[in-house]
């Protein structure tokens, strides 16, 4: 399968019944239990990086570029601390639903800004580039390509994460649990970590923290990096 059908694959779904599912998923409606699983991981994926960030006690003098943003999760909390956030998704839909929660959320709407962008096509350059799980949807060769692109916005630092290539991961995927459910239309790709390290160092990054979310549903390695050379 080539990997521009990849691309097309995850625009079509997130504008059309991903979007329904991911929404109630990303947000507070009544969701069944795996659903409330996977909410409830990605969650703790948002807050360990808003942790990290905080901790650094500088957000408000950040700017910071959300890629794949996808309903605001993440976007609208570190814009809400001070952070100027540039925020994009692959899906208007998605672009659509984040604009109109930072509204309810935010005082001041021209921040996060927001695009609907794949992340090839993103520009600019930002002190922190956030990429958080899109690269589940694509194959290794392609997964290098848009880290090494995001790696060329990031001045000081990048923070990814993706489903770790594991034994247990890979049977699960094998057998069908791996996202479970009839919406379940991208495919799932699970990536090395030692793959996504050496595609940072390739790029002048070295790994500052990393963290590890695993509920029932949902696995994500959360990988920090900062730059060591220009």
Known sequence: MKTAEDKTIVREYFNSTGFDRWRRIYGD???????????TGHQQTVDHVIGWLEADNNLPSLSICDAGCGVGSLSIPLATAGA?????????????????????ALSNTANPSFAVQDLESLGGNYHTVICLDVLIHYPQKKADEMISHLCSLAQSRIILSFAPKTFFLTILKKIGTFFPGPSKTTRAYLHSEADIIKILQKNGFSIERTAMTRTNFYFSRLLEATRTSV
Do not use: F, G, P
């Open 29 to 39: 409606a009544e969701v069944n239990k795996v659903q409330l699983d996977i909410r």
């Open 84 to 104: 100027k956030v540039y925020a994009s998704d692959i899906a208007a839909k998605m672009v659509s639903e984040a604009q109109d929660r930072a509204v309810m």
